[in-house]
């Protein structure tokens, strides 16, 4: 099996804790061989935690044109600040390499959108890491919203409440005190739980939202509730604070039952009830094994579409911008 | 002590199993002298009904212009199909009676606005009975949030899953099987949440709404979501379905904690961990006997008053012409 040269670009937090602990479960499908950081310090840091988890050290490079020109890797796997995604997965392309690149695909609709259109113009695998497309409990959930398990779906509701304080990693990283990405937090965490909602629901037509800000530390709105309509006319409500901290909620109402989601399963209820527990499973290790299979077979794009990546990115801009208004996502993508 | 001499106009199930057993409390307070209803076999019945349980009978009139010109009342009690209200209520105050009357208000903003300017022209009360503004848990709440006891408030959540089948008494009443007013049970059963949701917090400025019609026997659209600001800028989302039945959760949620209602208590946590249990109230008896007050002191027509009444309609008017739009509820009622 042919083995995938990866460089790893920027090596933050996504690339130490997120996407290595996935890829050195994959070393018959990646080899790390090549490593950069805007801090080459990072980039050497991180060749020695790879030479020490693996055997194999990559080659430290002291810039991304010098890695992209190397002639070393297949592909490149991007974790960047959000405003870096767009220019840098370009430059990886028009160097003929592959990308993976941790979400949102940008910082903003027209950037993405451009984006977008780039990747219908080249062969090379442009896939935007969204791991919870691949967890398992969203994709049962949407099963089970298939066979009927609670009738037709009627109305779905979120409240994340992830109350982040000063000392929080991500909240001291520069780039999310002072971000370039449209919402800051919003869109930067909430990525992660519209492609969810996606995954279980399908598109969004339209969204109604409200933003606050409560507190002065998370670099920009740091609360948002959200009214919505799936195309199929289920509709929703999602609300997320990055201040508050609380229990999160999560049903999905139909005409029959009621689906929960707890921390450790998930809870039907009214025409069937059952508990689900929910799996032991690394989803950036999917995420990364879907990306090998695109790369190596005929498998499409799917997950890791581009245009996938900025619907989810495109509910935020539709509901920020909103205050109170309705916005339609595909026509906000349209005329962006 | 005066009694105030009442003429019971609509004999229903509002009269008999919500009215009825409050007045039936105040006997130092209100006579029940006169009846009227449609059917007057229902009038004869209620006339029995209070004959056997206080031991004096009640006029039964042919007509409610008969019980008016009848010179035997001070006040009526309108219990009716919600379109009568506001001829029934002027007709009472042109004949110089005072008027307490089940909410809500009118079937639309336009004719409760009408009704809402004649009030001002007259000095005999005209009372809409919102028991919901009298209930201990709502006023209870208004109080914590006022201590600081979740801190700064920043969103309530309410969902109602009420699940009306066809055999409901309410289903089953003609008028709301073919409603004239907004919403059918949208807006006959939702003014009661607004009129708390306005206790508790304020005033509504905007709410962005869809309705759903999940059935075919509740006569009009059965499921609204919503989300909206009050004038303080706190967030809120109302969900309800007269459709599909299931546990009610209300929440509200602040910088420093988090209030929630149960159907036993009020459950604090967060910078006050308790549980304050609710307590056994009649709140049709604390309604009369504020309007008792009102008419017998210089009390001022505050918990009854119709300009509330008609806030409470306008949100229901506002959230269902909405489709995701914003609508602004002082504007609707400026330009109906």
Known sequence: MKKIRLGIVGCGIAARELHFPALKELTDKFEI?????????????????????LGSTPQVFNSYEELLLSKQV???????????????????????????????????????KELVEFSLQTNKVIYIAENYRHAFK??????????????????VDWHLWIGMDKENKYVKTTWRQIPKHIGGFLSDGGVHHIAALRVMLGDIEWVS???????????????????????????????????????????????????RLTPNS???????????????????????????????????????????????LAFFEAAIKSKGEKVEIERLIKEA
Do not use: M
């Open 33 to 53: 061989v090549a490593v950069t950081s805007r801090t080459r310090e990072h980039a050497e840091d991180f060749a020695k935690l790879v030479s020490e988890t």
């Open 74 to 112: 297949d592909a490149v796997d991007l974790t960047l600040p959000i405003e870096l995604n767009v220019p840098f997965i370009k430059q990886a392309v028009e160097h003929d390499l592959h990308v993976i690149c941790e979400k949102p695909i940008s910082t903003d609709v027209k950037s993405g």
């Open 138 to 155: 969203y994709n049962k959930i949407r099963e089970l919203l298939h066979e009927g398990a609670i009738g037709q779906p009627i109305f």
């Open 209 to 259: 939202g409200q933003v606050k800000r409560i507190t002065d530390y998370l670099g920009d709105v740091d609360f948002l509730s959200t009214l919505f309509e799936f195309k199929t006319g289920v509709v929703g409500n999602y609300t997320v604070s990055y201040a508050v901290k609380g229990e999160k909620y999560f049903e999905i109402v139909g005409t029959e039952g009621k689906i």
């Open 266 to 312: 998930i809870v039907l209820s009214g025409k069937v009830n059952e508990e689900i527990p929910l799996i032991q499973e690394n989803t950036f290790k999917k995420e990364f094994e879907d990306f090998y299979e695109v790369l190596t077979t005929e498998k499409p794009n799917i997950l890791g579409n581009p245009a996938e990546a900025l619907k989810d």
